[in-house]
């Protein structure tokens, strides 16, 4: 069981920066395929970018361009920098870990292992 904890959100102004990070104290975190996901009030989860075993990142194109998710084994940590951000990009960023090879990266279902989530609000 591998447990996740997120910190980082808060509230920003429409333009302003954030970076979320996701630590796995005393885990290992090298083996796992990883990826953040947010959630809006009546929305789906929903997933906005991922990265996999061999550090390869990719994106929704709602985000592209102005997110970045990168991973530093050696700290079993996960980070999101969030640039540019918009009222849209409201809601709970969660962070996930799944198996080294996915199908369908983007998908909810892929993944085993997720944190409490941390709220960011963008106006």
């Known amino acids: 069981q591998v447990q996740l904890v997120e910190s980082g959100g808060g509230s920003v102004e429409t333009g302003g920066s954030l970076t979320l990070s996701c630590a796995a104290p005393?885990?290992?975190?090298?083996?796992?395929?990883m990826a953040w996901f947010r959630q809006s009030p009546g929305k789906e989860r929903e997933g906005v970018a991922t990265?996999?075993?061999?550090?390869?990142?990719a994106y929704s194109e709602s985000v592209k361009g102005r997110f970045t998710i990168s991973r530093d084994n050696a700290r079993s940590t996960l980070f999101l920098q969030m640039n540019s951000l918009e009222p849209e990009d409201t809601g709970m960023y969660y962070c996930?870990?799944?198996?080294?090879?996915?199908?369908?990266?983007?998908?909810?279902?892929?993944?085993?292992?997720w944190g409490q989530g941390t709220q960011v609000t963008v106006s």
């Open positions: 005393g885990y290992v975190l090298s083996p796992y395929s």
């Open positions: 990265i996999d075993i061999d550090e390869r990142p």
């Open positions: 996930a870990a799944g198996p080294a090879r996915l199908r369908s990266p983007f998908e909810v279902h892929e993944y085993s292992y």
